[in-house]
């Protein structure tokens, strides 16, 4: 079993940033695919970054590259989120999720994630 729990979130300012950690834990066989994903009130659930086993990075929305940068720290088994220049559109309940396999290309599908954390608020608001 694999234990994911995220921390971080917050309530910031427009323009404003925040760090993000998935800390993982039990029974991880290699490095896992990580991926972040947010849930707006009313609405469905969206990918927003995912790092492979061998720490190729996607990201769902391209422009996001800019402001959102996703990081591992192997020694700690953690996965980090940083977020800068937010948006009150950013504003969510952000989710980590861990892949069970070893991943190569990581995607952001719900479908693909075996384990999920309980999630972090960020909210961003004047």
């Known amino acids: 079993q694999v234990q994911l729990v995220e921390s971080g979130g917050g309530l910031v300012q427009p323009g404003g940033s925040l760090k993000l950690s998935c800390a993982a834990s039990g029974s991880i066989s290699g490095v896992p695919a990580i991926a972040w994903f947010r849930q707006a009130p009313g609405k469905e659930r969206e990918g927003v970054v995912c790092i492979s086993s061998v720490d190729k990075v996607a990201y769902e929305i391209e422009s996001d590259q800019g402001r959102f940068t996703i990081s591992r720290d192997y020694a700690r088994g953690t996965v980090y989120l940083q977020l800068n220049s937010l948006k009150p559109e950013d504003t969510a309940v952000y989710y980590c999720?861990?892949?069970?396999?070893?991943?190569?290309?990581?995607?952001?599908?719900?479908?693909?994630?075996?384990?999920w954390g309980q999630g972090t608020q960020v909210t961003v608001s004047s």
């Open positions: 999720a861990a892949a069970r396999s070893f991943v190569q290309y990581c995607a952001l599908v719900t479908p693909s994630y075996d384990y």
